[in-house]
Nanobody
Framework: QVLLVESGGGSVQAGDSLRLSCAAS????????MAWFRQAPGKEREFIGQ????????TYADSMKGRFRISRDMPKNTVYLQMNSLQPEDTAVYYC??????????????WGQGTQVTVSS
């Protein structure tokens, strides 16, 4: 079955950068779209961005454009989230998600367990 394992979270200072990883297994990685979401305490889950398939391009939520970048390494079955100029409001649990590429929009069915990112001022 689909297994997604996030890593790379931690505690950083405002202005720092962090790269999260999501290792995927149990499915044909090249045929799946991958996404990152986050959820801050007391808030709803928030879409960050997605990458469709290799060469299929990335899309981001408007509020995430510029500081966040998603990439994927096909041989390693891994998707990354590069986060720059982190701010305290970026504090959240970050999740990766997967869906078959033929599905549209944000219909993500499979999720990782999440990794905590804490940004202090």
């Amino acid at each position: 079955q689909v297994l997604l394992v996030e890593s790379g979270g931690g505690s950083v200072q405002a202005g720092d950068s962090l790269r999260l990883s999501c290792a995927a297994s149990g499915f044909k990685f090249s045929t799946y779209a991958m996404a990152w979401f986050r959820q801050a305490p007391g808030k709803e889950r928030e879409f960050i961005g997605q990458i469709i398939t290799n060469g299929g391009g990335t899309t981001y939520a408007d509020s995430m454009k510029g500081r966040f970048r998603i990439s994927r390494d096909m041989p390693k079955n891994t998707v990354y989230l590069q986060m720059n100029s982190l701010q305290p409001e970026d504090t959240a649990v970050y999740y990766c998600a997967a869906r078959p590429a033929w599905k549209s929009g944000l219909q993500y069915d499979d999720w990782g367990q999440g990794t905590q990112v804490t940004v202090s001022s």
